[in-house]
């Protein structure tokens, strides 16, 4: 794994979860994060690598060399990579663990009801196609 360029791993059949990588694509001005899908083999691979079933993921994960970063902490992890003003969200690192993870999973096990689920697939834009790992 590049520690350079985190890997964001994230479903590409859930609403929320696809517009948060377009979210992802459209402000990381320096290119700092690489997205997989769970659906994908490079996106699989890692779940299953760090013991997340990729048929029933219940959280996304940012790869950073041999660590995986899960629930609350990895969204935090995304949004100090994004850079200013986004870094700022992560005053809710105050917020303990314990209060934070619960409410990240209420949202990941209610994903589909509370947004959506894609028929297909996300695809990104031809220009983003080389910041998406297969």
């Excluded at 001005?29 to 699989?44: I, T």
């Excluded at 079933?53 to 990895?74: N, Q």
């Excluded at 995304?78 to 209420?106: E, F, K, M, Q, V």
Aim: charge should be positive.
């Amino acid at each position: 794994m590049d520690e350079a360029h985190p890997i964001i791993v994230f479903d590409a059949e859930c609403v929320l979860c696809s517009l948060n990588a377009r979210f992802v694509l459209r402000h990381d001005r320096h290119g700092h994060f690489r997205l997989a899908s769970m659906q994908g083999a490079v996106g699989a691979a890692l779940y299953r690598r760090f013991g997340i079933d990729p048929a029933d993921p219940e959280t996304l994960i940012v790869v950073t060399g041999d660590e995986a970063l899960r629930d609350s902490t990895a969204i935090l992890a995304i949004w100090s990579g994004l850079g200013w003003p986004w870094r700022a969200l992560t005053i809710l690192r105050l917020a303990p663990r314990a209060l934070r993870d619960p409410l990240y999973r209420l949202v990941a096990r209610n994903r589909y009801r509370l947004f959506g689920k894609r028929r297909t697939c996300w695809v990104p834009r031809p220009d983003q196609a080389s910041r998406v790992l297969p």
